[in-house]
């Protein structure tokens, strides 16, 4: 339940950011922590399941993240600690 209250939260930043209500990278960065947990048993489950209780553009949209080619979950962090430690 508490995975499926997050995704309603993804699902209104998705749902106001194509309105134009809310900047495009916000959705983006919200949504992007999809890409960190795609490919954990857990959310696999989870989104055959409750799928079909969200928004139909909103589950295209997560179906497209879902196909993306990203590292795997764990690593998408060291990356992101690597880079911070360059700049």
């Avoid at 209250?5 to 916000?26: C, K, M, P, R, W």
């Avoid at 922590?33 to 969200?54: A, C, E, F, H």
């Amino acid at each position: 339940m508490m995975i499926h209250g997050i995704f309603l939260a993804f699902q209104n930043s998705y749902l106001l950011a194509e309105e134009g209500t809310i900047d495009v990278e916000l959705r983006d960065g919200l949504t992007g922590v999809v890409l960190g947990i795609k490919d954990t048993p857990g959310m696999r489950r989870y989104w055959r399941q409750r799928r079909s209780y969200l928004h139909s553009a909103f589950a295209s949209y997560v179906d497209q993240l879902l196909e993306q080619e990203t590292n795997p979950s764990m690593d998408i962090y060291r990356t992101l600690e690597v880079e911070s430690e360059h700049e």
